[in-house]
């Protein structure tokens, strides 16, 4: 095990170093700049290399490269230009907002996905697998801001059910220890603080989970529907094993390796790819931040915090390798 977590930490350094070069030739390459962000279209040229020199943007790309690797290895994302506040305290801030988002529309997907992908797949041809399977597509195929829209005009605009923007309600003055709203709440002992979080939670959340939901529901069902025909599981059955037995620890442990690897996939996609569902309902965190930071072409922002979520994403498949030696010995083994 300790092995193996060493082997994926050391395969961690090739992957952000060419990471972190592509993404700066690539900013490099943008039309535009910072400069002309900041003075606007009618700015001058001079005005313009003046700005360019205050931030170093006039020196050669190998040497801005060099010193924003510099800085990186200094735990220095150096500074918004948009904000002039460090990058590092941008991300720190909104970082949790995502971060609940992300767990959020994870846990919804996992909770509904798996059991309806394994309840279909036990039921292959009746109404329930038809409507599993049609449903699945039909999450996919719609686009996510779509359907963020849509559960906002009807859910909180038309019946009022559910608040239609932000983290929590202005009249809230909880206290915040992990900047996660609703576990905050529930740490603390403020009860409406938390309750009012979820609230505000619930409409993004389901948007955001559409397509990991279509995802996990599809490969579950073919995944059981490929173990079930496994030769150990029929052994099983013609013991006279009790079904949950079976269910639990022939079919389920087996049919849950490939759903592991796309929950990983997944949750790295989500905590990259909220940016229009967090735009959609004003929710603050790194996905709309991103979205005005390439309107301004903020490269100290973009910079930070698309590496950052690399390093999340690469960190979230070492926990699902893990998962899989948990699972199945045999990976252990090798």
Known sequence: MLRLIVRR?????????????????????LPGGPAAALLG?????????????????????????????????????????????????????????????????????????????????????????VSAVSGSLIGICIPVFFLAFILKAIFAVNLGWFPSVGRQS??????????????????????????????????PAIALSSIPLAIITRMTRASVLEVLQEDYVRTAESKGLHQRVVRA?????????????????????????????????????????IRIAIDARDYPVLMGFILFIALTYVLINLLVDLAYSVIDPRVRVH
Do not use: C
């Open 170 to 203: 202005t009249g809230i003055n909880a206290t915040e220890v992990t900047g996660l709203h609703v576990l905050d709440g529930l740490l603390t002992g403020e009860w409406d603080a938390s309750w009012d979080a979820l609230m505000h939670l619930v409409l």
């Open 41 to 129: 279209e009618r700015a001058t040229a001079a005005d313009r290399r003046q700005v360019e020199a205050m931030l170093g943007l006039d020196q050669p790309v190998w040497i801005q490269y060099g010193r924003f690797m510099r800085r990186l290895a200094e735990l220095d994302l150096g500074t918004s230009v948009r904000t002039g506040r460090p990058v590092w305290e941008e991300f720190t801030q909104r970082f949790p907002a995502t971060v609940e988002l992300g767990i959020a529309a994870m846990i919804i997907a996992i909770l509904v996905g798996v059991p309806l992908g394994y309840f279909a797949a036990k039921r292959r041809g009746n109404w329930l697998d």
């Open 249 to 289: 620890r022939h079919v389920m442990r087996n049919a849950l390796l490939p759903v592991i690897t796309a929950v990983g996939l997944l949750t790295g996609g989500l905590l990259s790819g909220a940016v229009l569902t967090e735009s959609v309902f004003a929710w603050g965190g790194i996905g709309s931040f």
């Open 9 to 29: 930490l050391l395969q961690l350094i090739p992957t952000l170093l060419g990471l972190s070069v592509l993404l700066f030739l690539w900013l490099n390459r």
